[in-house]
């Protein structure tokens, strides 16, 4: 770890002296990228994140954003039940590369203890997964590794994992993504923030002993990954601990029913010393930190380490002095270690270790200080179109046996998917539903990114990764509420890699703001580089909706009723998984203005009677949605122009299999078009004739096609 000479110059003419160690080192963690968004910052101002639901909004451990009562509709209402959602995301993709089971298994123990900070329960998780070419040795080790990691620390907690997505990319082989977001259930009387109150009250640690992993873990995250970064790197990966965290669940329960919190934050990025600083500089306080009252787990460790470990399932509380057995008791309940480190101050924010002090700064310049970087940027451009002529059988075959369109079920089916009795809808589908029964509705949940898109055209894949994840929702039933992003991108001081990140950026913000979804938090993961080059601008969302039942139309036929496509394709290829596999290259589809009329009128059909099944048209197009919708009972036999119609993978579209398609054309006139494509079948087929080339695949030849990534892990 190394303070920038800049940063350094910048730091003691604030301070007037030279910098300790301990707070040369805090200010590195601190105002690095990976605390700071010191690249991002700026592009940040594009989100709208206000609405009439949002009750937190960015820059806390996690959102917080109130449910409409069921019958409602809060934007026109103004009726809310007492229950709120929290909603958080983060990423640990440079630990998940050098330790795949540990770096994985922490993100998701990190934005857990993002929930409990807001006092909520957590209820739901979703994963977001980008690996190498599925055909590489190392992307599947990596692979394997992730998806072992979440299984073991969320089954292990008691947290439902029930969506997510996984792409496979060869922009992500020396980096992967890892990217993890928590749905949590909290209420107007229990929320609590990171905003530390009162001068006097105690910080009060409860939770594992402070160890030495993770040490200088944010600096890490903030930089490009090297070639020796699964050894050389490996101490600053943290080690988790899923039963002491479910522990620490059960304790933050009990805190909150005795009302003993007063503020709190988790101990992630920069451990104590980041959480403890940024919790009195929210209130505009300092605070006074004995370090050797820190309880630990190694011996003889010294005030940096204390400092910056970053130790796993760790919470700091402000604390009434009065309440403060009461808390020791109770995390003596729970077998949780408890240590009173210091309490909130006026003035600066001041640690001391073995009777001299290493730290002294004022807490405001620590946390939010950090300036700035002024970057070049090359704004990117669009491909031209040249179209290879494609043989509909080959590609069909390839489009749908592709490792990112194939069946995730060997991913989902190692997650405990129904632990909580909350879920309605679990992973496989367009979105998950979890019952939030305190408020009588349903809150839907999708997640995910489609890195082809953002790399040929960063701007208006962005845009289109929103309106696919909304369209997840509308195809449920479920009207958007809110949504969070993690921001994935490489090393910013190459203008053309900063230019496609902004370009993602205000892509992104744009399509929300069109579809009046508040962005309402989120994290930003830069510098995600490594010797094969930089990742695909990659800007994941998680998006919230609510309905007012638990269950939805399936993603899969039937055979009683007529297929039809609703939404408007854009006509093109660009970013496919069909140029993927054929090559050429094309324009990425302009998406239809109408966005918000065409969702709303889904979500509409989604839920009438005569709805059968709805499926939306996303990656790999018509054919992989049609393959999806395939079972041994029924099948399709459908009918489309060409391989563009087939292929083009434009969001904002669903396929609808109902018993009444004029009622389904009325709802969408004057909104987007309706397309009558063919009937459902009960002989388990999908049959399509493309042209005038037919195609035919029997379900036990498309789940053949489709299990490609159990059948290579097997």
């Not at 300036?371 to 390839?398: I, K, S």
């Not at 239809?592 to 790999?620: F, W, Y």
Request: proline content about 6%.
């Amino acid at each position: 770890m190394s303070l920038p000479a800049e940063d350094r110059e910048l730091v003691t003419a604030e301070l007037g002296r030279d910098l300790t160690t301990a707070e040369a080192a805090l200010f590195e963690n601190l105002w690095s990228e990976h605390c700071a968004y010191r690249s991002s910052r700026p592009l940040l101002g594009a989100f709208e994140s206000e609405s009439e639901d949002v009750v937190v909004g960015p820059g806390d451990d996690a959102a917080v954003v109130a449910l409409p009562s069921a019958g409602t509709d809060s934007r026109t209402d103004g009726d809310h039940a007492d229950t709120y959602v929290t909603l958080g995301i983060e990423s640990h993709n440079h630990p998940s590369y050098v330790d795949p089971f540990d770096g994985a298994a922490t993100g998701v123990g990190g934005i857990v203890r993002d929930t409990l900070s807001m006092g909520a329960y957590p209820i739901a998780l979703t994963d977001s997964l980008y690996f190498g070419g599925f055909d590489r040795e190392h992307s599947r080790y990596l692979f394997e590794g992730v998806v072992e990691g979440i299984s073991h620390y969320g089954n292990c907690i008691g947290v439902p994992t029930v969506g997510g997505s996984v792409a496979f990319h060869e922009g992500y082989e020396g980096n992967p993504l890892v990217n993890v977001a928590c749905l949590g259930l909290t209420s107007a009387d229990r929320m609590v923030t990171a905003v530390a109150e009162e001068p006097g009250n105690k910080l009060v640690l409860v939770g594992n002993g402070t160890g030495r992993d993770g040490l200088g873990g944010a600096s890490f995250a903030s930089e490009d990954l090297a070639e020796d970064a699964e050894t050389e790197d490996r101490p600053a990966v943290q080690v988790g601990d899923p039963y002491a965290e479910k522990r620490l669940v059960e304790a933050n329960e009990q805190l909150l029913d005795e009302r003993l919190l007063v503020s709190a934050r988790d101990l992630g990025a920069a451990g104590l010393g980041g959480a403890s600083s940024e919790l009195v500089a929210k209130g505009g306080l300092g605070a006074e930190i004995e370090l050797d009252a820190v309880h630990q787990r190694e011996p003889n460790m010294n005030a940096l380490e204390i400092l910056l470990a970053e130790s796993q399932e760790r919470m700091c509380y402000e604390v009434r002095p009065v309440d403060v057995e009461r808390v020791r008791e109770i995390a003596d309940r729970f077998d949780l270690g408890c240590s009173v480190i210091g309490e909130v101050a006026e003035g600066n924010y001041v640690c001391s270790f073995r009777g001299e002090t290493v730290v002294d700064v004022p807490a405001e310049f620590l946390a939010d200080g950090a300036p700035t970087n002024d970057l070049d940027r090359e704004p990117p451009a669009q491909p031209d179109r040249d179209l290879p002529d494609p043989d509909p059988t080959a590609a069909f075959e390839a489009v749908v046996g592709s490792p990112t369109t194939a069946s995730k079920r060997w991913v989902y089916r190692q997650y405990d998917h129904e632990v909580g009795t909350r879920t309605g809808v679990g992973p496989g589908d367009d979105a998950a539903i979890v019952a939030v029964r305190e408020a009588g509705v349903g809150v839907a949940l999708s997640a995910g990114a489609e890195p082809r898109w953002t790399e040929v055209a960063p701007y208006e894949g962005a845009r289109a990764i929103a309106l696919e994840n909304a369209t997840n929702l509308a195809a449920k039933g479920a009207r958007p509420l809110a949504a969070v992003d993690c921001l994935n991108g490489g090393n910013p001081e190459k203008p053309d890699v900063y230019g496609g990140f902004a370009a993602a950026v205000d892509g992104l913000a744009d399509m929300c703001a069109d579809l009046s979804v508040p962005v309402v938090g989120g994290n930003v993961s830069l510098y995600n580089d490594s010797v094969t080059g930089p990742i695909p601008p990659t800007p994941t969302v998680a998006m919230i909706g609510t309905k007012d039942s638990y269950d939805a139309p399936p993603a899969s036929v039937t055979g009683d009723g007529e297929l039809l496509v609703v939404g408007e394709a854009g006509g093109a290829l660009g970013g496919s998984e069909y140029l993927a596999h054929a090559g050429g290259t094309d324009r990425f589809p302009e998406l239809g203005p109408d966005a918000p009329a065409v969702l709303e009128a889904l979500a509409t059909v989604a839920d009438r009677d005569g709805t059968l099944a709805v499926h939306d048209v996303s990656t790999g197009g018509l054919a992989v949605t049609l393959a999806e919708m395939v079972t041994p009972d029924a099948g399709v036999d459908v009918a489309v122009d060409d391989a563009v119609a087939l292929f083009d993978e434009t969001p904002g579209r669903a396929v609808v299999e109902t018993t009444d398609p004029d009622a389904v054309e009325a709802r969408f006139d004057g909104v987007a078009p309706v397309e009558r494509i063919g009937e459902a079948t009960a002989d388990g087929t999908l049959a399509a004739t493309v042209g005038d080339e037919p195609i035919r695949y029997d379900a036990d030849r498309i789940e053949e096609l489709r299990g490609i990534i159990g059948r290579e892990l097997a």
